[in-house]
């Protein structure tokens, strides 16, 4: 017995001298988290794609059913092409405005520093007040067309939030405002690492903002900038809160509005709620996103082998 605690106790002494023990003691409570709220519910969610489980009752294995029926579901093909034109909207508007953006208020001024901190406000914000905001704004008798109309530019309102295509690029817009602070503070970390002999070298060589931004800003952020295409490409195809707040929940008219993450919420949700479909559902755009980011990745390996 004595000789069997000295075995344990050495051991123990070894696995506590190993390399990984720290980062795993202090990461631990982390991955823990993780494998709850994300490793198992992924997995909960794959079972479940392949059932046809419901609010009211567990499901039985129905193979492919659910995602045979994706391909002939006009909403899901609806659903998809809004994410996708999100993505492909949002996507280069994100990764250049917030970059300007960074490059007009960086610097010590106080005056700058109230830009920075207002142009970041909006992120504090939650969707739903955003959304609620701009609903406002937006509406026949809201203060854009309103304004619109006292300046004699329009006759008749815009129908912002009942025409399809307006709803959706408003939206996109109102995605674009959240998120222009968030990606600007990104940046202005990036451009502080930026050697600022290289900007009074253009200067000597009498290069002008365009170009100074071209040739200095632009490559001296371009890993921070692939960096802000993934994330805000995730962001773009999840988006929820400010286009449910915008079309009230409906989707907007006839559901021509209606993103991914939407069609996943009305059939996951609800007494009469299909959690199989909608599992099936998450899986694909699981799928997309993970092609998606595997892409980029590709782009920005190549780019860095460029380089």
Do not use: C
């Not at 190993?18 to 997995?43: D, N």
């Not at 006009?74 to 490059?103: E, M």
């Amino acid at each position: 017995m004595p000789r069997r605690a000295a075995d344990r106790r050495r051991r123990s002494r070894h696995w506590a001298r190993s390399p990984w023990f720290v980062p795993l003691l202090f990461s631990g409570g982390a991955l823990a988290v993780v494998l709850v709220m994300t490793i198992f519910p992924f997995f909960n969610t794959l079972a479940l794609s392949f059932t046809d489980a419901t609010m009211l009752r567990d499901g039985r294995f129905i193979g492919l059913d659910n995602f045979r029926e994706l391909l002939s579901d006009a909403r899901f093909g609806t659903a998809l092409l809004n994410s996708t034109l999100y993505v492909v909207v949002v996507v280069p508007l994100i990764v250049l405005l917030p970059l300007i953006l960074a490059t007009l208020v960086a610097g010590d001024g106080k005056l700058l520093g109230f830009f920075r901190t207002a142009y970041y406000v909006p992120v504090v914000m939650s969707a739903v007040v955003v959304g609620l905001i701009w609903t406002n704004l937006l509406e026949r008798r809201g203060l854009i067309n309103e304004t619109l109309q006292w300046l004699q530019v329009l006759t008749e309102p815009i129908p912002f939030l009942t025409d399809r295509w307006l709803l959706l690029f408003a939206a996109m817009f109102v995605t674009v405002w959240m998120g222009l602070g968030y990606y600007m503070v990104i940046y202005l970390a990036a451009l502080a690492s930026i050697d600022p002999s290289l900007y009074d070298a253009a200067a000597m060589d009498g290069a002008g903002v365009v170009r100074t931004f071209m040739a200095v800003t632009m490559p001296g952020v371009r890993n921070t900038m692939m960096l802000v295409a993934m994330f805000s490409s995730v962001a773009a195809f999840r988006v929820f809160g400010e286009v449910y707040v915008l079309t009230d929940g409906t989707g907007g008219p006839g559901g021509g509005v209606v993103t991914m993450t939407m069609l996943i919420q009305r059939e996951g949700t609800g007494l009469q709620a299909r959690t199989g479909y909608a599992g099936a559902i998450s899986l694909v755009m699981f799928v997309v996103l993970a092609v998606l980011l595997m892409l980029q990745i590709i782009v920005q390996n190549r780019e860095g082998r460029k380089a």
